[in-house]
């Protein structure tokens, strides 16, 4: 009997030691289940992933085939294009070739000269400094360069930065522009104004300006004390890791990765050399970049780094400072154009599709030197940007910017049946 007992007791001690235990014990496994509380959003994920990689699959076969009916039709050499949306870089690409005689094709990292999109940037650095308090876009020219004189001393005196960054000084049409392809520098260019009588007052009247737009970098360095190179690198180029940029000719010739400019003889293009020309005048045309950089500005343009700069401290540089007027230019005759205007360094246009369609704005400019020709546009309302980069010249660029918000539209907004099993 004690021997019984003692058997049921031991089993009772076997079966509380184990109840303690199992009370303690968590499964190596559990981990797992906890951190994957929710299937269906794994499923979603997989979802947003696949529906991606779809899109994905059809931008580059789309571009594929627009780029390369350009190039067979020879309106085209080589073309760096860069699209974003949002916060996503969701193309930084090239077709075609470097060089027409060459078989090295275009990518992401080879490097084009931009030309006047140049100006863009050179609007954002102003309103930059602006949000710095080191100048202000009413600050008056002559304050800085006392040896600027434009017409009498009154007409003088009402020139401002805003007007040289909106090209409504009221300087003849591409005035000096000789002169800044001769190298001379902005600060004897500068003075030279004087010599010329003004068509307008100040701000009246839009005529598009390479020289008097340019003195907006002397501008910057009599009020901080550094030149348009270093404040360019150091506000932008730098924290934005836009690694490929240069704004001078040495740097650009011992690039490997470069596009080359042709120029057309008959049907056919002939490899030209980089020239040395506007790299005295930066702020409108000096800056050499990439497509993959290209990108990297768009997205800060657009607001993705809140940190180099704050949409609001930019937002003066996209508001239509004067209206531009006609119908003949080719932005003008875009699908919906509305009407059109010029910020600081930025022409402003306003689109609709359709009668029943909402307005929409774009932030656009184009470039050309030395048989480069580019096109950058924004499309704030819809958190999108493309800048397409092209080697010689072409008729292309008319129509690439609405040509490729189609392209765009078609894939991104339209909806895409996906298998339920994934």
Known sequence: MSSTKLFFGAIIMVLLLFVLTASSFKPEHSKAIISNPNPIKTLAEKREIKLYNIRQKALNEA?????NKAITSGDIVGAGVSIVSG?????????????????????????????SISKGFTGVLAANLNSEGKLNFDDKVADYLPNFHFGNQQNTQK???????????????????????????????????????????????????????????????????????????DKFFKPLGMNSVSMDHKTL???????????????????????????????????NANSTDMAKWMRFLLGHNPDVMSKDDMAQVFKPFVELNGHRKYYQKWPGHVSSGYGFGWRIHTVKENENAPEETIWHHGGSVNNYRNEIALFPDSDLGICVLINGPSKLVKTVIPDLRSI???IYEQEVAIATSI
């Open 63 to 67: 571009l594929t085939d627009y780029f």
């Open 87 to 115: 916060d996503s870089v969701i193309l930084s690409d090239g077709y075609g070739k470097r060089s027409f005689n060459s078989k090295e094709t275009v990518d992401g990292e080879t490097l084009f000269r931009l030309g």
């Open 159 to 233: 020139i401002e930065l805003a007007h040289l960054l909106s090209h409504t000084t009221g300087t003849p049409y591409h005035s000096y522009t000789d002169l800044v392809e001769a190298g001379y520098t902005m600060s004897s260019i500068s003075e030279k104004f004087n010599r010329i009588n003004p068509i307008a007052e100040p701000g009246a009247q839009y005529s598009y300006q390479n020289a008097m737009f340019s003195i907006s970098q002397e501008v910057m360095l009599k009020a901080t004390g550094k030149d348009i190179q270093t404040l360019l690198t």
């Open 253 to 287: 010739m011992n690039t490997d990765n470069i596009a080359l400019p042709h120029v057309r003889r008959g049907h056919s293009f002939k490899t030209v050399l980089p020239r040395d020309n506007y790299y005295n005048a930066i702020a409108a045309g000096g800056i």
């Open 408 to 410: 765009i539209k078609s």
